[in-house]
Antibody
Framework: EVQLLESGGALVQPGGSLRLSCAAS????????MSWVRQAPGKGLEWVSI??????AYYADSVKGRFTISRDDSKNTLYLLMISLPEDAAVYYC???????????????WGQGTLVTVSS | DIQMTQSPSSLSASVGDRVTITCRAS??????LNWYQQKPGKAPQFLIY???SLQSGVPSRFSGSGSGADFTLTISSLQPEDFATYYC?????????FGPGTKVDIK
C-alpha cells in the first residue's frame, strides 16, 4: 500500500526557514517524481514544486528562489526547504507524480498534509 | 503559464442528480487533464486522468470528456459520498496549474 506521511509543519516567523519532510512507503520511491502541492486556508490547490527521479527540480514562480525541493532515495524521503513569507501559510501536501505514456501524467497518491503557519 | 478555470464555482444538487462540471484551459492542452475530489479536511483523491480515463477503483458514475481546451466532469447519479469539491489540473506543462475548484453541496 502506497503511503505518504508529511511532517515538519510548524509556526514560523516571516523570513524564517522551515523544512518539510515526506516519508514514502509501499512503492519504489527512487523511480518516481515527487511533488509538493499546497492549500491556503479556505482556498484551492496550488502546485508548488516537483523533483524528477533523476533530481531535476521545477518550481512555481511564487516560490522560486525561496523554496528548495530535494529527495533522499536512501531514506525514501522528500523534502521542502522553505524561506517563508506570510502568503506561504498553507497545508502542504506531498504527492506522487506518475507518468507513463503521454498524456498519462498525474498525482495519484497524496499525503494527509502538514500545516505551515507564518506569523510574527 | 496555463490558466485553468472551472464553472460553476459551486452548485447544489440532490442525490440521484446528474452533475456536470466544466473546466477550461487558457490554451490547448490536448488531453493532459486530470480531475481530483477533495472532502473537507482531507487530502485530494485522484479520479480521472488523460481527460477521460477513470483511475482504478473510482466508481463508474464518474466520467470525463474533452480535449484541447474544454473539458467536463460528469457524475451520472450523485451519491451522498460525492458531496465534495472537485478540481481539474493540467499536466501539459509546468507549472502544473489547478482550476479554482467546484464545490458540490446538498440541495
Amino acid at each position: 500500500e502506497v503511503q505518504l506521511l508529511e511532517s515538519g509543519g510548524a509556526l514560523v516567523q516571516p523570513g524564517g526557514s522551515l523544512r518539510l519532510s515526506c516519508a514514502a512507503s509501499g512503492f519504489t520511491f527512487s523511480s518516481y517524481a515527487m511533488s509538493w502541492v499546497r492549500q491556503a486556508p479556505g482556498k484551492g490547490l496550488e502546485w508548488v514544486s516537483i523533483i524528477s527521479s533523476g533530481g531535476n527540480a521545477y518550481y512555481a514562480d511564487s516560490v522560486k528562489g525561496r523554496f528548495t525541493i530535494s529527495r533522499d532515495d536512501s531514506k525514501n524521503t522528500l523534502y521542502l526547504l522553505m524561506i517563508s513569507l506570510p502568503e506561504d501559510a498553507a497545508v502542504y501536501y506531498c504527492a506522487r507524480y506518475t507518468y507513463s505514456n503521454s498524456p498519462n501524467r498525474y498525482f495519484d497518491y497524496w499525503g494527509q498534509g502538514t500545516l505551515v503557519t507564518v506569523s510574527s | 503559464d496555463i490558466q485553468m478555470t472551472q464553472s460553476p464555482s459551486s452548485l447544489s444538487a440532490s442525490v440521484g442528480d446528474r452533475v456536470t462540471i466544466t473546466c477550461r484551459a487558457s490554451q490547448s492542452i490536448s488531453n493532459y487533464l486530470n480531475w481530483y475530489q477533495q472532502k473537507p479536511g482531507k487530502a485530494p483523491q485522484f479520479l480521472i486522468y488523460a481527460a477521460s480515463s477513470l483511475q482504478s477503483g473510482v466508481p463508474s458514475r464518474f466520467s470525463g470528456s474533452g480535449s484541447g481546451a474544454d473539458f467536463t466532469l460528469t457524475i451520472s447519479s450523485l451519491q451522498p459520498e460525492d458531496f465534495a469539491t472537485y478540481y481539474c489540473q493540467q499536466s501539459y506543462s509546468t507549472p502544473f496549474t489547478f482550476g479554482p475548484g467546484t464545490k458540490v453541496d446538498i440541495k
